[in-house]
């Protein structure tokens, strides 16, 4: 299923993101009310993937009970192409404010 643009796995108590790795034509996926326990895990695997994808749903996971960020900026920090964001439409003061936000962590990452 390498050819896959639109996945949905929502609401499927899922727990750890992982499987996509040859969905190279992925662009929309939903994985909102899941059991996602870590948002950094989450979004660093999504973010090493080799995809389009520009519309994420991810809303609704365990992380955001027990995260220190706040998943959204964060998402879109480090997602640079997402366009949507829980089907809310990312505009550049939006992103602007996200990069700022996650600079250090973003510094971080590009350090690793």
Same mark, same amino acid.
């Given at each position: 299923?390498?050819?896959?643009?639109?996945?949905?796995l929502?609401?499927?108590?899922?727990?750890?993101?992982?499987?996509?790795?040859?969905?190279?034509?992925?662009?929309?996926?939903?994985?909102?009310?899941?059991?996602?326990? +870590?948002?950094?895990? +989450?979004?660093?695997?999504l973010?090493?993937?080799?995809?389009?994808?520009?519309?994420?749903r991810?809303?609704?996971?365990k992380?955001?009970?027990? +995260?220190?960020?706040?998943?959204?900026?964060?998402?879109? +920090?480090?997602?640079?192409?997402?366009?949507?964001?829980?089907?809310?439409?990312?505009?550049?003061?939006?992103?602007?404010?996200?990069?700022?936000?996650?600079?250090?962590?973003?510094?971080?990452?590009?350090?690793?």
């Open positions: 299923m390498t050819k896959l643009t639109d996945l949905s929502y609401s499927n108590k899922i727990q750890v993101l992982e499987g996509l790795d040859n969905n190279h034509e992925l662009e929309i996926l939903s994985v909102g009310e899941n059991k996602l326990q +870590s948002l950094d895990a +989450s979004v660093k695997y973010k090493k993937l080799k995809n389009c994808l520009k519309v994420l991810i809303n609704g996971n992380f955001e009970e027990t +995260s220190d960020k706040k998943y959204g900026p964060y998402c879109i +920090s480090y997602l640079n192409d997402l366009i949507y964001l829980d089907y809310k439409l990312i505009d550049a003061v939006e992103r602007e404010h996200a990069m700022l936000e996650n600079k250090e962590l973003l510094d971080e990452f590009v350090d690793q």
